[in-house]
């Protein structure tokens, strides 16, 4: 009588339940459906002024911020998350450093808030005096991290009646701050042996750093 005792308590352990939930841990209801709601905003480290359109890569699943900056996804998952588990997340934007990290997903609220830091170089202004521009480029890393900056227009050829732009270098003439350096340069009337002459009233700016980041400010003659 006392060995069917045991061997039906031990057949109760084994099936029909599991152990964890025999014991009080009810596993069934940490068990996430199969979208998993994340909301959130990504911001300016700086300004906080929301990202507009910054990615957001959980685990391979990619949603995007409106212009605010907020975004709301749903996460499609059939693992049991709630104990914990991380997924690999990539926060981008064009003009912005990645933010990478191992994000812990719930079965319940999942907010992700994210500052991105600015990494393009930005032009505060420009100016003109005839064929020669200057302008003032920041860059939040550094003026040495400032690698080219290059004033370009758009050319008309009579001949061939053709438009292209040309670009020319600037060079750096002055430190304003340890973020911020003024650039001159020169923009012609005409170019290659006079067969190309300027067509536009503005011009552009053009910087790009050592990261690899650039931008383009337009500014009228």
């Known amino acids: 009588m006392r060995l069917l ?18 014991l009080g841990y009810n596993y069934e209801a940490r068990k ?4 998993l709601k994340i909301t959130g ?23 995007s911020c409106d212009f605010a900056g907020n975004f709301s996804f749903n996460y499609l998952t059939t693992e049991d998350v709630g ?8 926060v981008s934007s064009e003009k912005y450093f ?11 609220a999942n907010n992700l808030n994210i500052a991105l830091e600015y ?15 200057w302008a003032n480029v920041r860059d939040y890393q550094g003026v040495d991290n400032l690698s080219t900056v290059q004033v370009s227009a758009y050319y008309y050829n009579p001949g061939t009646r053709q438009t292209r732009e040309f670009f ?10 340890g973020e911020t350096a ?9 170019v290659e042996d006079q067969t190309w002459g300027l067509t536009t009233a503005f011009y552009f700016i053009n910087p790009r750093d050592k990261d690899g980041f650039t931008d383009r400010f337009r500014y009228q003659f």
């Open 5 to 22: 005792f045991w061997g039906m308590v031990t057949l109760f352990l084994t099936s029909g339940c599991d152990s964890d939930r025999f």
């Open 32 to 35: 996430v459906a199969q979208s």
């Open 182 to 190: 003024r650039y001159t340069g020169t923009l012609p009337e005409s």
């Open 98 to 108: 990645s933010h990478v990290a191992e994000l812990t997903l719930y079965p319940d």
């Open 41 to 63: 905003r990504i911001s300016d480290s700086r300004t906080g002024a929301g990202v507009p359109r910054a990615l957001i890569n959980i685990g391979g699943q990619t949603a």
């Open 119 to 133: 990494a393009a170089p930005i032009v505060l202004a420009s100016g003109h005096a005839g064929g020669e521009v």
């Open 83 to 90: 104990l914990g588990q991380t997924q690999p997340l990539v």
């Open 168 to 177: 020319f270098p600037m060079v750096r003439d002055q430190i304003l701050d």
